[in-house]
């Protein structure tokens, strides 16, 4: 993404001006392949991945403490769509 931003950076203006520019890692980013390694690099225990529906009931669960007050729970829908891959 460095080399992107740099990139942008040295454009013309013209070309970059006024427009959306979407950065993104390449090759992309696999979640559980980084939590595997940042795992293998500290000597922790293996990474079980959770179940999706037990993700989804858990997020239910923090949309619902969010309506009681609950500020920033640790999962929501919101979250899990944008923390999950398809």
């Known amino acids: ?4 931003i740099e990139r942008i950076l040295e454009a013309p203006v ?3 001006n006024g427009k ?5 890692d390449h090759p992309p980013l ?13 000597g922790a225990h293996p990474i079980s991945p ?3 529906p037990l993700l ?11 309506m009681l007050g609950w ?3 640790p999962l929501t829908r919101f979250r899990l769509n944008k ?3 398809k």
């Open 1 to 4: 993404m460095v080399h992107q």
């Open 14 to 16: 013209e070309k970059v």
């Open 20 to 24: 959306k520019l979407w950065l993104c």
């Open 30 to 42: 696999r979640p559980m392949e980084w939590a595997d390694e940042i795992q293998r690099a500290v």
């Open 50 to 52: 959770a179940p999706l």
């Open 56 to 66: 989804r009931v858990a997020a239910a669960a923090g949309d619902a403490a969010r």
């Open 71 to 73: 500020q920033n729970p």
């Open 83 to 85: 923390t999950s891959t």
